[in-house]
């Protein structure tokens, strides 16, 4: 049963639906049209046997990091681009895309009509990256915002810190003797910032093939990503020996597919960078580095903060980011994971 959320929006069978203008939101399985706010996996929509959205509404950038991301063999669907700082009209609603600061092309859409003003936001980041632009906060009388580290009482490193210690990281483990490998969350975002921060200070980063995808498709739009190749980390597949980089990026997936990295990898040292790493997720790696394309729990109340709601609505986590604004005073309400 549809759940009337934020005036303008619904959450029906787990996902946000504009009923105004026949739109899902980051819909978690595949929908007749859906809104992508940004190209991590988790909110492309995508059913385990690779079927996604009919037509995906996105930014060009998500647009091309989806394509880079879809299962082999899954066709990609059709894009309708909605270029950051556009506005389109669409049924009884005016749609316009806003930078989110969490990944490239990375969007919050801001949701306009007679009723009012809804900011869906998705993952945010304040500060941007050097491989995307900060978030653009506008204000609004209802806001939709994930809670994903809303519980964490840690904070991130800031994106400089986290790349000063992932360099570290990397000349320790070769000072040892031992290959640094670098252990993400995602094949899109702060993959990319690390093989910036990693080339720039002159080190041959080796990646898995579909973060090698993601980070030519970033070159292709125009981050002037060096220093990276395909690296070969498994008895299938191309690409460059262990022995010709001098660091290995991957993602937790792709250890779940192969657990048999130390095969092909001599002597590694493992280190999870990861907003994770900030909590007791890290156990099982040599070194934890919590640097995050989320935003940090006070980063969310800053953003709140800007936006000026009368009203939020969380989602994702468990609940702790509306306990929190509730006690600040701000009414918030949690709709569950999506
Ligand atoms: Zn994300």
């Known amino acids: 049963m549809a759940r009337r959320c934020a005036d303008l929006c619904q959450f029906v069978d787990e996902s946000l639906y504009l009923p105004g203008a026949d739109l899902w939101l980051d819909a978690s399985r595949?929908?007749?049209?859906?809104?992508?706010?940004?190209?991590?996996?988790?909110?492309?929509?995508?059913?385990?046997?690779?079927?996604?959205?009919?037509?995906?509404?996105?930014?060009?950038?998500?647009?091309r990091l989806i394509a880079a991301l879809m299962p082999y063999g899954a066709p990609v669907p059709p894009i309708e681009a909605l270029p950051l700082h556009h506005t389109i009209q669409c049924g009884g609603v005016r749609l316009t895309a806003l930078p989110s600061g969490h990944i490239l092309g990375g969007a919050m859409l801001l949701v306009e009509s007679h009723r009012g003003r809804l900011l869906f936001a998705g993952d945010v980041r304040l500060s941007g990256s050097v491989t995307c632009p900060p978030a653009e906060t506008v204000e609004a009388d209802h806001l939709i915002i994930e809670d994903t580290f809303g519980a964490l009482h840690a904070s991130f490193a800031p994106a400089s810190d986290g790349a000063r210690r992932v360099l570290e990281f990397c000349r320790d483990a070769q000072d040892r003797g031992q290959t640094p490998v670098l252990v993400t969350t995602s094949n899109c975002g702060k993959?990319?910032?690390?093989?910036?921060?990693?080339?720039?200070?002159?080190?041959?980063?080796?990646?898995?093939?579909?973060?090698?995808?993601?980070?030519?498709?970033?070159?292709?739009?125009?981050?002037?990503?060096?220093?990276?190749?395909?690296?070969?980390?498994?008895?299938?597949?191309?690409?460059?020996?262990?022995?010709e980089v001098d660091c290995i990026l991957v993602t937790c997936g792709f250890l779940d597919y192969n657990p048999d990295l130390d095969h092909h990898v001599d002597n590694p040292s493992m280190a999870l960078?990861?907003?994770?790493?900030?909590?007791?997720?890290?156990?099982?790696?040599?070194?934890?580095?919590?640097?995050?394309?989320?935003?940090?729990?006070?980063?969310?109340?800053?953003?709140?903060?800007?936006?000026?709601?009368?009203?939020?609505?969380?989602?994702?986590?468990?609940?702790?980011?509306?306990?929190?604004?509730r006690a600040m005073g701000v009414k918030a309400r949690h709709l569950g994971s999506l």
């Open 30 to 63: 595949p929908r007749p049209r859906a809104f992508v706010s940004h190209a991590h996996t988790d909110h492309l929509g995508l059913s385990p046997d690779g079927g996604s959205h009919a037509l995906v509404l996105c930014t060009p950038e998500t647009g």
């Open 191 to 243: 993959a990319q910032d690390m093989v910036a921060a990693l080339s720039a200070a002159g080190l041959r980063v080796g990646l898995q093939p579909k973060l090698f995808r993601c980070t030519e498709a970033y070159r292709e739009l125009g981050v002037p990503l060096t220093g990276y190749a395909k690296v070969r980390l498994s008895d299938r597949g191309g690409g460059v020996r262990c022995d």
């Open 273 to 325: 960078v990861s907003g994770w790493a900030a909590d007791d997720e890290a156990h099982h790696f040599d070194a934890a580095i919590p640097w995050s394309d989320h935003a940090s729990r006070e980063d969310l109340h800053e953003f709140v903060r800007r936006v000026n709601p009368s009203l939020v609505w969380t989602f994702a986590g468990e609940g702790a980011l509306a306990r929190e604004l």
